[in-house]
């Protein structure tokens, strides 16, 4: 089954001005778009309006990083789907660093995704294990046990539904992010096999139908090793999506 190709560059707290974020976006726009890939970039939040408002014109889409899990209401400092909904394509939920920041666990993670399929988001739901996790040979248990809270969700979401294919996995193990040091090919292999089949378990939906990116030192140098390893569908790329790199990995996923 033929799924969808994907890069997205995750620029997290970066970079420093509504400004420089237009200009890294128009960047983006303006490298050769590669075809048979899906390219979006996610910028921190405040940046949203103006980075969508330089791609308005392009195919590159844009992603919020992610957002809360209720509708509306008494939640300080939070963002709601209904309100991200008019501005992007998509949002990610579940990062590894805002599971360690803000507290979120795998329920959390499903209810964001629930929320944004709801509003018609494409939502990516990040899962990966600890180094410890990956030194004791549990990656794959980890994962599925992760996808597992999603999965039931999803099963137990009528809203989701309609929406089940705007669903998205990224495999980003911990110990690859930001570290240069990025998981073998194979074992993305392994870890998003653990993904499709722990959702066809507890969602009963085709999860050969669900896209799992690999996220984790992505570069233009490792980019074709991903883009060519069974069941990997795309990237989430994080430092290297801050440079003109971004548009090799990008060239990399594509057909
Ligand atoms: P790096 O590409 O910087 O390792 O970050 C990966 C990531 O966390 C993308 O979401």
Redesign the pocket.
Known sequence: MSRGRIVIG?W?MNPGSSAEAVVLARSVAASPLATGVAVAVAPPALFLPAVAEALRASPVGVYAQDVHWEEQGAFTGQIAASMLAPVVLGV?VG???VRRDQGDDDERVAKKMVRALAHGLWTVV?VGETLDAYLAGRSASVVAAQTAVIGHAVAAAESVGARRDRIVF?Y?PIW????GRAATAAHATICADAIRAELQRSAGIDAEAIPVLY????TAANASAFADARGIDGA??????LKAEFGAIVAAFSG
Not at 236 to 241: I, N, P, R, T
């Open positions: 995750n997290k990610i990062h590894s660093e990040c990224a980003e690859a992010i930001g570290t996220g984790g030192s992505v989430l790329v994080g430092g290297a999506s």
